[in-house]
């Protein structure tokens, strides 16, 4: 973090000189012209885009293709962020540097909305078999609050509220816009409820990092992986492989999971010796440039999983 730091230190002495310190930043839009809303992953870009409609400019922060968990804000990502309307992230682990950014401006406003605060969060969780190094992780919260489609819901009503206290103008909109997407995420919440109550195998087994905290409280699922959501150290132990492999085999689990970006490597090892089958599980931190330029969006990354879930679950 400390190459953040430095990066961040020197654009907030930009900031100061070009403001005067000064004038305060009321992030209101000059007449006719749009709210220019800067989100930090994908998901957020999608909830946002989805209620604001034709009334907003929506920035995604996060490039599509990049590791969300090692992702550092360039200089010029800073400056935008500062300019902005307003600017909605998660607040968890890796939005560390948000709240030094937040510190550090002060007395100037950054406009911005931590959605961890609009959901029941809880603390990231380490089971049986997981790798976990004691140094790396202090139990922050599970930033994953989007994978329960349930939280996206209350993440929905959050950005609407928000739109409308920076908006009042397009408040019907943004309400009429949030109400067809809620209306969207019930009907993704009852598939998934749906197909859980019909499952065969309620264990879900992933070869990679587990972002799905908040998916498998949902639906009453119980899981094993190798790693927890957030860790940096993505290297498994023979013995976390063998552990995998042995739970595949002793509950007959026809399906093992990878997450969007992540090294297959291990999935491959434990598909290979059981005959399961490998399927990705997409956990819509992030999208790559194809999938972005082909209009992928939360509903259907979603909906993919839902087939994948189907199979696994029997």
Known sequence: MTKIFKRLLSVLLILALCSGCAAKNTHEPPKGAKLQIMTSIFPIYDFTKNIAGEFADVILLLPPGAESHTYEPAPQDLIRIQNSSLFI?????????VE?????????ELKSLKLIESVSAVFEEYIEGMEFDALEHDFEY????????KNSMLMVKAIRDALIDLDSTHEAAYRE???AYLAE??????AFLEASAHAKNRTLVFGSRFPFRYFVDEYGLLYYAAFPGCASNTEPSAATVAFLTDKVREENIPVVFHTEFANEQIADIICEATGAKKLLLHSCHNVTQLEFE????YLSLMYNNLQALKEALG
């Open 142 to 149: 599970d930033e994953h609050i989007w994978t329960s489609p």
């Open 89 to 97: 992230y998660i607040g968890g682990e890796s939005d560390a540097w």
């Open 185 to 190: 995420l019930e009907n993704l919440d009852k």
């Open 294 to 297: 082909s209009g992928a969006s």
């Open 100 to 108: 030094r950014l937040k510190s550090s401006l002060a007395p100037l």
């Open 177 to 179: 816009n949030a109400d």
